[in-house]
């Protein structure tokens, strides 16, 4: 299974998700990466002290990636970790897209606000580990 998550600049939302289902998911056929549909972003000082703080994952890694379409075409699951993408944007190709996105409408923070980025680290948290439990009732 190939997950794709998703959010708008691939700096923070999206790179948590992917890092922290990376970490606790112990299935090895579970592919899991994280893009952004806007670049240039990275991730502050304070998000990624408070993922590697509160999740033990690293966020700064690499670059911002872009998704590409062979990569959405792939996804057997599209989630959507934020609230600032329209679904409209996967309703294309014969709504192929719009039956394997999940959206999670998880806020941004850009005013480097460390609750607000507890409280966005714990939200994806919760949810990535809501999605693994459910991969792992699939198998």
């Known amino acids: 299974m190939n997950i794709l998550f998703i959010c708008k600049y691939n700096a923070f939302r999206s790179r948590i998700a992917e890092e922290y289902f990376r970490k606790i998911n ?3 056929s579970v592919k899991i990466i994280s893009r952004g549909l806007i670049m240039g972003g990275v991730p502050d000082k304070e998000q990624i002290q408070i993922s590697k703080q509160i999740l033990g994952i690293k966020i700064n890694k690499r670059k911002a990636l872009p998704v590409t379409k062979s990569e959405l075409k792939e996804a057997d699951l ?5 609230n600032d993408i329209p679904r409209i944007i996967f309703d294309y190709n014969g709504n192929i897209l719009q039956k394997k996105v999940r959206i999670w409408k998880i806020k941004d923070e850009q005013n480097r606000n460390k609750n607000n980025i ?3 680290v714990l939200l ?5 580990e809501r999605l693994n439990k459910e ?3 699939r198998k």
């Not at 599209?78 to 934020?82: D, P, T």
């Not at 994806?124 to 990535?128: A, L, R, S």
């Open 78 to 82: 599209i989630v959507v970790v934020a």
């Open 135 to 137: 991969l792992e009732k």
């Open 26 to 28: 112990r299935n090895p």
């Open 124 to 128: 994806i948290k919760d949810k990535v």
């Open 118 to 120: 507890k409280t966005i």
